[in-house]
Every structure is written in structure tokens, then in C-alpha cells.
């Protein structure tokens, strides 16, 4: 796994959230911004729809020795990143929906989404201030797990926040999920979702860590 430079370092924990839970003896995490979002976008036979995560708990592992130096230097050991979404904080702007999503998702059983990032790498011939990371991570969704690529793009800012972006798209039904349907079964979801964010962290997040 290659390591990458601060704004590498800072994107990983952009994968991250903003309120996570402590790390192990011998860690550090970063925080990203509040306005950090994540949003996930599908079709229907009647229109189109969008659902955002209210709530993102998560937590970037560092070796606490490396991360006290991380404004400086690049660190020598990313440990583990870590994602949670609820799956009652995704919100759709309709009640109804809501609680199909909620249904579908199998939120009883299942109440989080979660993901953990395995392996990344930096994309060679990156500019010195935006670059891409290839990811390969764990995705669980209704308590059935499949191993997941993603592409990450980021932004150095000049006051040193850097800003990732990313999209990935899945099928529900490769998480046994039967896509939802409103409206007495007059609206039907197609199968495949985009799951989108855009999250940020400033520099002075990570040298605090």
C-alpha cells in the first residue's frame, strides 16, 4: 500500500466522520468538516430520487506517534478507516419513502450501513495538488458484505482543507435487498444506486490529532 503525502493522509480520513469513536491504545483519528456530506441517488419508473445521510459515525486509525507529525510529514502507518451510516438517519424528503428505504434496507436487523477501507493507492502522474486514490474497501448493507472499489478524487486547497469527491455506483439485489416500491406499488426503484460524497477536512484538524 503506498504512502502518500499529507494530502493523501487527509483524504483518508475524509472517509471518515465527523464524530467517531475512540481508537486503541497506541492510535490517533481525524475529524472531517461538518459540512462533509454523503447522499445516495436512484430512478424510479416515475422519477428520479435522492436520499441524504443525516448521521455519519466513523473513525481513521493512525499510529498515534505518526499522526503528531502528520502536518509536517507523511506518516509511516495508516491502521484501519472505518464508515457507519444509520440507516434510520438517511432521509428522502418523504415520510412514505422513508420508511420503505427503512423496510428495504432491513433496518431492524440491520441498522447500519457500514464500510471498511482495506487498500488504497495514489494514481500515478497526479497534479501536486489534486490527485486520485484507488480504493478497495468492504461495503455491508443489510447485513450482507461485498468487497468494494472506488475511485477517490482530491482537492488541496490554498488554505491547506482538502476536499474529496467521489461516486460509486451498486445493485441492491447484490445485497439481497429487494429495491422498494411507494405509491401501491405504482412506483418501482431500479436496482442500481449511486452513493455519492463530497468531504472535507482542514489541515489544522490533522495536526491536531
Known sequence: MTRSNLASVALIALIASSASVAGAQGTARVAVAPESKLWIEGTSNLHGWSCKATTLDAAVELDAATAAQVSVAPPKSLKRVQVKVPVR??????????????????????PDISYIMATFDAAAGEA??????????TLTIAG?????????????????????????????????????????GRLKTGDEVKINFELSVGAKAIAAA
Open 89 to 110: 438517519s438517511i432521509k428522502c424528503g418523504h415520510g412514505g419513502m422513508d420508511d420503505n428505504l427503512y423496510k428495504a434496507l432491513k433496518a431492524d436487523d440491520s
Open 144 to 184: 450482507k458484505e461485498n468487497s468494494l472499489t472506488m475511485d477517490v478524487t482530491a482537492t488541496r486547497m490554498p488554505d491547506g482543507t482538502v476536499k474529496a469527491i467521489g461516486m460509486v455506483p451498486i445493485k441492491m439485489t447484490d445485497y439481497g435487498i429487494k429495491p422498494p416500491t411507494a405509491i401501491f
Open 128 to 137: 501536486k495538488d489534486s490527485f486520485t486514490l484507488h480504493t478497495i474497501g
